[in-house]
């Protein structure tokens, strides 16, 4: 049974960083396609952030220079290290993951989030 599960959000104020992680268990992160998303109030979910199987990256348009995504194959963790934090940012950020490398595919497992509140 795969599980993802989420933590490090939290309360910061503008400018302020935080580092999200993704346990995943029953699923291997080196080399899947996996993303982080998050649905801010009021607002449908949007992709923050998506790596492939073969490392590419992509980022949104709003948080690019901000935010990076890795994994650590050993621990089999996705990171979301997002620094310089505005009140837009404020969303339950969620991970996601793809049952294999390409990215082309809908998401077959999602975690429960993690709550990022950013105060101005």
């Known amino acids: 049974q795969v599980q993802l599960v989420e933590s490090g959000g939290g309360s910061v104020r503008a400018g302020g960083s935080l580092r999200l992680s993704c346990k995943a268990s029953?699923?291997?992160?080196?080399?899947?396609?996996m993303a982080w998303f998050r649905q801010r109030p009021g607002r449908g979910r949007e992709r923050v952030a998506i790596?492939?199987?073969?490392?590419?990256?992509d980022y949104a348009n709003a948080v690019k220079g901000r935010v990076t995504i890795t994994k650590d194959n050993f621990e089999n963790i996705l990171y979301l290290k997002m620094n310089n934090l505005e009140p837009a940012d404020t969303a339950m950020y969620s991970c996601?993951?793809?049952?294999?490398?390409?990215?082309?595919?809908?998401?077959?497992?999602w975690g429960q989030g993690t709550q990022v509140t950013v105060s101005s």
């Open positions: 029953g699923y291997i992160v080196s080399g899947s396609c």
């Open positions: 996601a993951a793809v049952d294999g490398r390409t990215c082309t595919t809908g998401f077959d497992y």
């Open positions: 790596m492939d199987g073969r490392g590419i990256i």
